[in-house]
């Protein structure tokens, strides 16, 4: 019995919140700002135009010259090298939409007449980082016919593509997350898109230099379990390996990932066993769990007072 009233409770206030952030006038100002202005219409119009004429070319270089149009090998190649081309798009443009959400407001000396509102901290974060993705996942919604190409020659099922998109959604939410996070703690917004890129290139960059970097080490240590394990951790929250391991699960590698840079990238995944469920559970829950913990940070950094509170917080407590 009190178990249900529990289970109620926790329904009905999880359902205030969600209509407090989906229902507030904020999220719909932000919504129609980024989707009914012309220059929106026109990054969708070009973004898909590019892609689908990128698509095109790929299919046009493969098939020249062959008796038959396109083998399977050929659409697999295709399909990935859309989801990599998507997975760049997502990194390098969300920083730069999601960086100035708090920062911008604060430097047009409109954020303390938003706290003023009716609304709460977390409602004004969570409905500026849900403005803040909203376009870019129209962006990856909008690619899904041109993978329906990939349909037409075999090679990739839709399990394939339903596990990619969600990698990119999340990968999407995260970064967003980041971008909000250094936007809310740093009063300007060029020192926060910066701070975003550089944990950006950290993610993708230093992660991946420091698992190659341990492999190296744990190749001439003869206790080599810990160094595996760390190398492991370093490829599991880094998307490209992510990415590359649900082209490996599903057996999409093929004679284009010859090359060097890319047969380390796959024999990386598949000594690690990324692929594994151990892995993908890993990699879920830091950035999930990660993206709750910061957007929370925020919510309480956006506090009038918070900062002093928690220094003479602190202070009290060294005092002791």
């Not at 100002?29 to 989707?35: F, G």
């Not at 598949?270 to 990699?283: E, N, P, Q, R």
Request: aromatic share 12%; glycine share 6%; net charge positive.
């Amino acid at each position: 019995m009190e178990v249900s009233v529990v289970t109620r409770a926790v329904v009905a206030k999880s359902s205030g919140i969600l209509l407090q952030t989906f229902g507030n006038p904020l999220i719909r100002k932000e919504l129609r700002q980024r989707m009914r202005s012309v220059r929106s219409i026109l990054a969708l119009s070009m973004y898909l135009l590019a892609m689908g004429a990128i698509a095109f070319i790929f299919m046009y270089l493969n098939v020249q010259g062959q008796t038959l149009l396109l083998q399977p090998t050929r659409t697999a190649e295709l399909f990935t090298f859309l989801s990599y081309l998507q997975l760049a798009m997502i990194s390098f443009v969300t920083p730069g939409i999601a960086a100035g959400v708090i920062s911008g407001e604060r430097e047009r000396q409109t954020l303390t007449v938003l706290l003023t509102t009716p609304l709460t901290p977390l409602t004004i974060i969570v409905s500026k980082w849900l403005a803040s993705i909203s376009f870019l996942s129209l962006l990856i919604v909008m690619t899904l016919p041109l993978y329906s190409i990939v349909f037409l020659f075999g090679g990739v099922v839709p399990s394939q593509v339903i596990a990619v998109f969600w990698l990119q959604l999340v990968t999407l939410g995260a970064i967003a997350t980041i971008s909000v996070f250094w936007s809310t703690f740093i009063q300007r917004t060029g020192w926060a898109t910066v701070l975003s890129y550089g944990t950006v290139a950290v993610i993708y960059i230093l992660l991946g230099i420091a698992g190659y970097l341990i492999d190296g080490v744990a190749a001439h240590n003869p206790d080599a379990s810990a160094w595996t394990d760390a190398a492991t951790l370093c490829y599991a929250l880094n998307p490209l390996f992510m990415l590359a391991s649900i082209v490996e699960r599903f057996g999409l590698i093929t004679p284009v990932y010859h090359n060097t840079l890319a047969a380390s990238l796959f024999s990386s995944v598949d000594a690690h066993h990324l692929a594994s469920s151990g892995s993908w559970f890993l990699f879920l829950t830091v950035y999930l769990a990660g993206s709750v913990v910061l957007l929370g940070a925020c919510a309480w950094r956006l506090r009038p007072g918070a900062f002093s509170v928690f220094m003479r917080r602190l202070l009290s407590w060294v005092a002791r």
